[in-house]
């Protein structure tokens, strides 16, 4: 069925101007304008509140090609302010696919734009930085739009995590066993009634499928509000803790980073950081961030050191500082290969280690999963030495 589409704008805040279409006949949505260079992953992408406040770019021409399934949404929310593609296909292909990307834009009444020539805006982008921007049906009067992205926040000093991080605890099962069961790391020490270990996973915006990977490896899962505080965490009695992705300025989260410092002085059991956890975990041990130019968002990052790297999933528009702020405890275990940021930490007295990319990679490439293999090891051995 051939659908409907209107004329539609993405106009950035350098006043960039640039033209496509949409299904959608009535838009106004501004946010940061961001760029992801993967060719897979467009489900967990636009469903990862990572990229709260965003508009999304695809770099790759075409997106919609395996369609929507049940299983890949990484949060129940949507929380993106757009996308941007060259195209979207109409026509999926795959044996989960339940419904096609067009019809799920317009469902969900996701803000979007195609048919622009997103080469030449993720040059822009690179040239001259992440920023504001709209998409709009309104192609021809600019000055009502201006004024919406002039009053549209900046990502430095936004405190997002408030909107997307659980109000309280829950205990996290998989609803869907036949989820996992297509992974070939699918793990055999997840039982029904038993659990090895007991995790707190505190939410800065957590991804499904980071929760989905402790539970492979026989864990049992607390979800915890971002705000929990060492109180919380100590009626909990449990084995670790897993500080999780999520959006914003790191360094905006005061409250949440003096909660983490009074954890790690009181708590000693094996810390896990991943992406926002690994900035918040660097933060409460002394180190600073800064906000990147254009951020890290595909699914092919190289990470490492020592003549030793991985191809990493990583989605982050802040990293943490390389300079004397960081602690001399602070080891450094990975660089991003690219760019020479940090991209991991490992504490030489304590069991905290944190990492600025996926390992749970959904999507991506899965070098990186030995880290929860080494999380599992490390609670082990805190059992023992206790």
Same mark, same amino acid.
């Given at each position: 069925?051939?659908?409907?589409?209107?004329?539609?704008?993405?106009l950035?805040?350098?006043?960039?101007?640039?033209?496509?279409?949409?299904f959608h006949?009535?838009?106004?949505?501004?946010?940061?304008?961001?760029?992801?260079?993967?060719?897979?992953?467009?489900?967990?992408?636009?469903?990862d509140?990572?990229?709260?406040d965003?508009i999304?770019?695809f770099?790759?021409?075409?997106?919609?090609?395996?369609?929507?399934?049940?299983?890949?949404?990484?949060?129940?929310?949507?929380?993106?302010?757009?996308?941007?593609?060259?195209?979207?296909?109409?026509?999926?292909?795959?044996?989960?696919?339940?419904?096609n990307?067009?019809?799920?834009?317009?469902?969900?009444k996701?803000?979007?734009?195609?048919?622009?020539?997103?080469?030449?805006?993720?040059?822009?982008?690179?040239? %001259? +930085?992440?920023?504001?921007?709209?998409?709009?049906d #309104?192609?021809?009067d /600019?000055e *009502?739009?201006?004024k919406? =992205?002039?009053?549209?926040?900046?990502?430095?000093?936004n405190?997002?995590?408030?909107?997307?991080?659980?109000?309280?605890?829950?205990?996290?099962?998989?609803t869907?066993?036949?989820?996992?069961?297509?992974?070939?790391?699918?793990?055999?020490?997840?039982?029904?009634?038993?659990?090895?270990?007991?995790?707190a996973?505190i939410?800065?915006?957590?991804?499904?499928?980071?929760?989905?990977?402790l539970?492979? %490896? +026989?864990?049992?899962?607390?979800?915890?509000p971002a #705000?929990?505080?060492? /109180?919380? *965490?100590?009626?909990?009695q =449990?084995?670790?803790?897993l500080?999780?992705?999520?959006?914003?300025?790191p360094?905006?989260?005061?409250?949440i980073?003096?909660?983490?410092?009074?954890?790690?002085?009181?708590?000693?059991?094996?810390?896990?950081?991943?992406?926002?956890?690994?900035?918040?975990?660097?933060?409460?041990?002394?180190?600073?961030?800064?906000?990147l130019k254009?951020?890290h968002?595909?699914?092919?990052?190289?990470?490492?050191?020592?003549?030793?790297?991985?191809?990493?999933?990583?989605?982050h528009?802040f990293?943490?500082?390389?300079?004397?702020?960081l602690?001399?405890?602070?080891?450094?275990?990975?660089?991003?290969?690219n760019?020479?940021?940090?991209?991991g930490?490992?504490?030489k007295n304590?069991?905290?280690?944190?990492?600025?990319?996926?390992?749970?990679?959904?999507?991506?490439?899965?070098d990186?999963?030995?880290?929860?293999?080494?999380?599992?090891?490390?609670?082990?051995?805190?059992?023992?030495?206790n």
């Amino acid at each position: 069925m051939k659908r409907k589409h209107y004329p539609a704008m993405l106009l950035l805040e350098d006043g960039t101007k640039y033209y496509g279409r949409s299904f959608h006949n009535s838009i106004k949505s501004t946010g940061e304008v961001v760029f992801n260079t993967g060719i897979t992953g467009y489900q967990e992408i636009i469903t990862d509140p990572s990229y709260t406040d965003q508009i999304i770019t695809f770099t790759y021409p075409e997106i919609g090609n395996t369609g929507i399934n049940e299983e890949d949404n990484e949060a129940s929310t949507i929380y993106i302010k757009g996308i941007i593609t060259k195209n979207i296909s109409d026509k999926p292909s795959n044996w989960r696919h339940k419904t096609n990307l067009i019809d799920y834009l317009i469902q969900k009444k996701i803000p979007h734009i195609f048919g622009i020539d997103t080469r030449a805006l993720t040059k822009h982008l690179r040239s %001259y +930085g992440a920023m504001n921007g709209c998409i709009t049906d #309104n192609v021809s009067d /600019t000055e *009502i739009i201006e004024k919406m =992205i002039k009053t549209t926040s900046n990502m430095i000093g936004n405190k997002l995590v408030d909107k997307v991080t659980t109000k309280s605890l829950y205990s996290f099962l998989l609803t869907n066993k036949n989820s996992n069961t297509y992974s070939r790391l699918n793990q055999k020490t997840y039982f029904e009634n038993h659990y090895l270990f007991h995790i707190a996973v505190i939410d800065l915006g957590v991804k499904k499928n980071i929760l989905s990977r402790l539970i492979n %490896y +026989g864990c049992k899962i607390t979800v915890l509000p971002a #705000n929990s505080n060492y /109180t919380i *965490i100590k009626k909990l009695q =449990i084995d670790g803790i897993l500080l999780s992705n999520g959006p914003g300025d790191p360094s905006s989260m005061i409250d949440i980073i003096n909660n983490i410092k009074d954890i790690i002085n009181f708590c000693h059991i094996p810390i896990f950081g991943i992406c926002m956890g690994h900035q918040i975990l660097s933060l409460a041990l002394g180190a600073q961030t800064f906000k990147l130019k254009f951020g890290h968002r595909g699914l092919n990052h190289p990470t490492g050191m020592n003549q030793k790297a991985e191809i990493t999933s990583q989605n982050h528009g802040f990293a943490v500082k390389l300079d004397s702020s960081l602690d001399e405890k602070l080891a450094i275990s990975h660089f991003n290969l690219n760019d020479s940021t940090i991209a991991g930490i490992v504490h030489k007295n304590k069991p905290i280690f944190s990492v600025q990319y996926h390992p749970e990679a959904s999507p991506g490439p899965h070098d990186s999963e030995y880290l929860f293999n080494h999380f599992i090891y490390l609670i082990k051995q805190s059992k023992i030495d206790n």
